[in-house]
């Protein structure tokens, strides 16, 4: 099969964990560790978040005074590309000799009429408390809001169009390579009067550049792998009960914050409604077993086993 994965910002650092560059590099080779076998199977794609690093990245931008003003954003999506996409090629070789395996920088192609530029909401960088949240917005003019029991900066993601390098990616995995692409959902970018490309302040959601991708490329699968092992109604709360197998319908009929379940529950429904493959959600050291069917949130056409991805491949391409 040919599969795309999306790995979590958060999976790759936690909220707990120091932003250190041996504490991400660890959890680099443990999700490494977790989705080599799947490369030995199926064509791979791997796509990653970058939440939490480009918000170090932009906090560290900000503070320093050699600087006329702070790095744009597209402009740190794509250093945090270069970073855990250099981490995540160098794991693969090294658990996947024999392997060829690409990094691949990407923009995605947005729409400058996009009306997440008027109201922000992903989420970037790390947690604060409001007093502090509330205080850097007013010094640096963030954008903060409430995720959880803590406050965030949040940043406009306009939704993506497509991805520029499909192309290049689609010969990667016709050769046999693993590719690493479109980190952090691409780099954000539109298209000027002229035709010409210009990055732009965003952050484009990884989730649904990954569904947006895994249709281009004709996949069997998509994996939306995080910190979590199912979706849940009433998360966090005394009544909260996992979702197993379900339908685009019936998983739309609920309601997820758009600033973290929503947007990867709206990319699975999306994926499964237009090709009629699998997605599935779920825990990060389960790939294998979400991908047979086993564990996580899996959506599928009809939600019954055997129907889409794994369990009926598409047409030959």
Same mark, same amino acid.
Request: some cysteine; glycine content about 10%.
């Given at each position: ?44 794609? @791997? ?51 024999? !392997? ?13 009429? +996009? ?38 900066? &949040?940043?406009?993601?306009?939704? #993506?169009?497509?991805?520029?390098? %499909? /192309?290049? @990616? ?19 970018? @539109? ?35 995080? +910190? &979590? ?5 009433? !998360? ?11 339908? #685009?319908?019936?998983?739309?009929? !609920? !309601? ?13 429904? /999306?994926?499964?409604?237009? %090709? ?22 899996? &959506? %599928?056409?009809?939600? /019954? /086993? ?9 047409? #030959?391409?």
């Amino acid at each position: 099969m040919r599969v795309v994965v999306a790995l979590g910002g958060n999976a790759l650092l936690r909220r707990e964990d120091r932003p250190d560059a041996a504490v991400q590099l660890a959890n680099i080779q443990a999700a490494v560790a977790a989705l080599a076998p799947l490369a030995h199977r199926h064509e791979l794609v @791997i796509t990653h978040g970058n939440g939490p690093q480009v918000g170090v990245l932009a906090l560290q931008s900000a503070a320093d005074h050699s600087l006329a003003r702070p790095y744009p954003l597209d402009v740190l999506g794509a250093e945090t590309q270069g970073m855990i996409g250099y981490w995540l090629l160098q794991s693969l070789q090294n658990a996947l000799p024999g !392997h060829q395996v690409c990094a691949l920088l990407n923009q995605t192609l947005v729409s400058a009429a +996009d009306p997440a530029f008027a109201d922000p909401e992903k989420f970037v960088g790390p947690v604060y408390g409001r007093a502090e949240a509330e205080r850097l917005a007013a010094e640096r003019g963030w954008t903060v809001k409430q995720d959880g029991t803590r406050w965030r900066r &949040v940043v406009p993601s306009p939704r #993506p169009q497509r991805v520029v390098e %499909t /192309r290049l @990616i689609r010969l990667l995995l016709n050769s046999g390579a693993v590719a690493v692409c479109a980190g952090g959902g691409g780099v954000p970018v @539109i298209r000027d009067e002229r035709g010409q490309l210009a990055g732009v302040e965003a952050v484009v959601d990884k989730d649904l550049t990954a569904a947006l991708l895994a249709e281009a490329l004709d996949a069997d699968a998509l994996l939306l792998l995080t +910190d &979590v092992p199912h979706v849940e109604t009433g !998360h966090g709360t005394p009544q909260a009960q996992p979702i197993g197998r379900t339908t #685009p319908a019936r998983l739309r009929t !609920h !309601h997820f914050p758009a600033g973290s379940m929503g947007p990867k529950v709206d990319a699975a429904c /999306r994926f499964v409604e237009l %090709t009629g493959g699998m997605a599935a959600i779920g825990a990060l050291d389960d790939a294998q077993a979400i991908l047979d069917g086993a564990t996580g949130t899996v &959506v %599928t056409p009809s939600g /019954r /086993r055997g129907d889409g991805g794994p369990y009926a491949p598409q047409e #030959p391409r």
